[in-house]
C-alpha cells in the first residue's frame, strides 16, 4: 500500500467516530427543519403559536404588570390601542430542533435521549415564553432596544441557553453512565 493511501485511510479511521455524528446532527436538523417548514404551511401550527406560547405569555404579563391590560387574539398579544405580533420564528421550534437534533446525534441509550428531549424541550419552551414576554415589554414602553434585541440577542440568547442545557444533559447522562460501569 503506497504511503498515501495509508496515511488517508488512516485518517478516515480517525475521523470516522467524529464524523458519524456530525452527520446524524445535520441530517436530523434538516429532516426537522423540513417538517417545521411543513408546519408553518399548515394551519395547525397557527393553533400551536395561539393556544401554546400566547396565554402562558399573557398570563404572565398581567402577572408581572398588573397595570397593563393585555390579552391574546389570534397571533398578537394585544393592549388597548395596539398589538404586537407574535408570528412564525416566535414559536422557538427551530431552536428546539437543534436541541433535538444535537440529542439525537449523541449516543445515548433511547430512554435518556427522550427524556432530554421532552425535559429539555420543555424548559426551552419555558425560556421562550419568558423571550416573548420580555419582547412584549421593551415594545410596550416604545424601546429603541426593540429592534436589536427581537432580530440578535434575544434568539442568540436562546440558543446559547439551550447549548447549556444540551451540555446539562450530556453531563447527566454520562455521569449516569460512568456511575454505572463503576457499579458493575
Not at 430542533?97 to 435518556?112: E, F, G, H, N, V
Not at 415594545?139 to 446539562?168: E, K, M, Q, R
Amino acid at each position: 500500500m503506497p504511503v498515501s493511501q495509508f496515511f488517508m485511510a488512516r485518517v478516515i479511521q480517525t475521523l470516522t467516530p467524529w464524523l458519524q455524528p456530525a452527520a446524524k446532527f445535520v441530517v436530523s436538523y434538516a429532516m426537522l427543519t423540513l417538517l417545521i417548514e411543513f408546519a408553518h404551511a399548515a394551519t395547525w401550527l397557527n393553533s400551536y403559536i395561539t393556544g401554546t406560547i400566547l396565554p402562558p405569555a399573557a398570563w404572565l404579563i398581567r402577572h408581572l404588570h398588573p397595570a397593563i391590560q393585555v390579552f391574546y387574539a389570534e397571533n398578537y398579544l394585544v393592549v388597548p390601542g395596539a398589538r404586537m405580533s407574535v408570528l412564525r420564528g416566535c414559536d422557538a421550534l427551530d431552536v428546539i430542533a437543534l436541541l433535538y437534533s444535537a440529542i439525537l446525534a449523541t449516543p445515548a441509550a433511547w430512554r435518556k435521549r427522550l427524556a432530554g428531549m421532552v425535559i429539555g424541550g420543555a424548559i426551552v419552551y419555558a425560556l421562550n415564553t419568558v423571550r416573548v414576554v420580555f419582547l412584549f415589554s421593551l415594545w410596550y414602553v416604545n424601546s429603541d432596544w426593540f429592534a436589536p434585541v427581537h432580530g440578535l440577542f434575544a434568539p442568540l440568547l436562546l440558543i446559547v441557553c439551550t447549548g447549556f442545557i444540551f451540555h446539562g444533559w450530556l453531563q447527566l447522562t454520562s455521569r449516569r453512565n460512568y456511575h454505572a460501569t463503576q457499579i458493575l
